[in-house]
């Protein structure tokens, strides 16, 4: 990446992104639907599911994190270094290799995000268009999230086969950094001991409402709108932490 960049990508960063990928399993369609009939989502899909699912987790977790900020949940300062957490993230992983579906969902996602201008290659480093990443993610996780809610197979195989393919610039980027074998330097996790308690423990509410039996009803509304609950789950209203987020964007105490 280019080096200032780089320095933007923290500890803090790459856990935001985490959790919020974990809390997007949680989200989009429960079943496809195809001629009137509710279907699993997997057994539409077949063997690209999984690559489809975590692809979805990673897109639909930063379009959350972006919606976050746009609704003051999350500080604005922190989208550049969420941003670029989950761009070193898409190296981590791939530095590992295609053959599994976090690597062949994050293989799809990087080129997708080259082709619409949110990441440029020069002089052997990418570049981050923090103008352009919004809009790419939207796409992509519309993209994503219609795949599964028709379970259509040949559009999703498709798909994955049209972004499947590792560049020549990105193969020599990734050799480049992989001089950190075992993941990243240790010292890219010692920054912020505070405000990644507090990251943690907004995020541990959010999971405990989007796990709440209410939203499990919410998810099966015909609605199928994105969101974590509307309702607080028992454990949910314990903790200090913000109030969760509503899938409409209005206020989120519990009814
Ligand atoms: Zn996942």
Redesign the pocket.
């Known amino acids: 990446m280019a080096p200032e960049q780089a320095t933007k990508v923290s500890g803090d960063g790459y856990l935001a992104g985490s959790l919020m990928?974990e809390i997007a399993?949680n989200l989009g369609p429960a079943y496809a639907r195809q001629n009137g009939r509710q279907v699993e989502i997997n057994e539409a899909i077949g063997p690209a599911y999984a690559g489809l699912e975590?692809a979805k987790?990673d897109t639909v977790g930063m379009y959350g994190m972006k919606w976050l900020v746009d609704h003051d949940a999350m500080p604005k300062e922190r989208l550049e270094e969420d941003y670029a957490s989950y761009v070193g993230g898409l190296f981590r992983t791939l530095r590992f290799g295609t053959a599994e579906a976090h690597g062949r969902a994050e293989m799809m996602e990087f080129n997708y995000l080259v082709e619409n201008g949110a990441l440029s290659h020069a002089a052997g480093r990418y570049r981050i268009d923090y103008a352009r990443m919004p809009g790419a993610i939207a796409t992509l996780a519309k993209e994503l999230l219609q795949m599964e809610a028709t379970g259509d197979r040949a559009r999703t195989e498709a798909w994955f086969q049209k972004y499947n393919a590792m560049s020549a610039e990105f193969e020599e980027c990734a050799r480049y950094s992989g001089r950190y074998p075992g993941g990243h330097p240790a010292e890219f996790f010692v920054s912020g001991e505070a405000p990644m308690k507090q990251l943690c423990s907004f995020f541990l509410a959010a999971i405990a409402a989007a796990q709440s039996p209410a939203h499990q009803a919410a998810r099966h509304d015909r609605g199928g709108r994105l969101g974590v609950s509307t309702t607080r789950s028992p454990r949910a209203t314990t903790s200090a932490a913000p109030a969760p987020i509503a899938p409409d964007g209005s206020s989120t105490t519990a009814s």
Request: proline share 0%; hydrophobic share 25%; glycine share 0%.
């Open positions: 990928h399993h975590e987790a």
